[in-house]
């Protein structure tokens, strides 16, 4: 039993990491997904963090970038399941994603100190 339980918690864990991730370095702060946003507030962000989303069919969602920025760059790029760039979002876009299908929303830092939001809401 105790070896089930284990094994379920571990196959959820894994299933939960594969969702969201990517590679990158923060000093002194944080960045995290959760289920509709990408939020992360720290004094330097460098690299890419990543959240896939499925869009049904029938289905649209919006997805707005803003941050604060008190140094550095910061944008976000959504990525079809092809890996293809299908937009960039500078901080105050805001794009609505149509198109049935698995989608890659990452937020990508260069050496940005402040705060971000990436988030997506159906429509």
Known sequence: MMKRLGALLLLILVLLVGCSGGSYT???GE???FENRITG???QF???FFNN???GDSEVI???LTAHTEAGEIKAIVLDSDGKEVSTLNPGDTI???EAGEYKL???GKKHKGSVLLSWEPL
């Open 62 to 64: 919006e997805v707005t």
């Open 106 to 108: 990452q937020v990508e």
């Open 53 to 55: 989303v499925t869009v």
């Open 96 to 98: 609505q994603i149509q």
């Open 31 to 33: 960045i995290n997904a």
């Open 46 to 48: 460098s690299g890419e």
């Open 41 to 43: 507030e720290y004094n």
């Open 26 to 28: 923060i000093t002194v």
